[in-house]
C-alpha cells in the first residue's frame, strides 16, 4: 500500500520561498508512477501544479507556477520536492503530494490519483 506524507508549509511573505517534501512508502521500485503535487485554495478546486514520471524524470508544471516552482525526487530516499521561489498570495492553498501508478500524460485530474498524501498549509501574506 502506498502512502505519501507531506511536511514543510509554513507561513512566508510574498517574494519567500518554501520546500515542500513529500515522503512516500509502498512503492514498488521497478514501476512507474506520476508523481504530482495538488493544491486547493479556499473555495477552490484541487488543481495540479507539478508532475514528475518516476522514471524518465520528465516534468510539467501548470503555467501560474511555471519558472518559480520546481518538483524533483531523490529516488534513495523515496522522496518527492516541491521547491516554491517567488511566492504570491495567490499561491496561499493546502498542498498535496499524489501518485498514481503509470504515466503522467494525461491524467491531471484529482480523480486520475489513487494515492494522496495529508496535506500541508502554505500561506503567502503581502
Known amino acids: 500500500q502506498v502512502q505519501l506524507a507531506e511536511s514543510g508549509g509554513g507561513s512566508v511573505q510574498a517574494g519567500g520561498s518554501l520546500r515542500l517534501t513529500c515522503g512516500a512508502s509502498?512503492?514498488?521500485?521497478?514501476?512507474?508512477?506520476?508523481m504530482s503535487w495538488f493544491r486547493q485554495g479556499p473555495g477552490q478546486g484541487r488543481e495540479r501544479v507539478a508532475r514528475?514520471?518516476?522514471?524518465?524524470?520528465?516534468?510539467y508544471y501548470a503555467d501560474s507556477v511555471r519558472g518559480r516552482f520546481t518538483i524533483s525526487q531523490d529516488n534513495a530516499k523515496n522522496t518527492l520536492y516541491l521547491q516554491m521561489n517567488s511566492l504570491k498570495r495567490e499561491d496561499t492553498a493546502m498542498y498535496y503530494c499524489?501518485?498514481?501508478?503509470?504515466?503522467?500524460?494525461?491524467?491531471?485530474?484529482?480523480?486520475?490519483?489513487?494515492?494522496w498524501g495529508q496535506g500541508t498549509q502554505v500561506t503567502v501574506s503581502s
Open positions: 509502498g512503492l514498488t521500485y521497478s514501476s512507474t508512477y506520476c
Open positions: 514528475l514520471n518516476n522514471r524518465s524524470g520528465q516534468t
Open positions: 499524489a501518485a498514481r501508478v503509470g504515466n503522467c500524460a494525461g491524467f491531471r485530474q484529482p480523480a486520475d490519483y489513487a494515492y
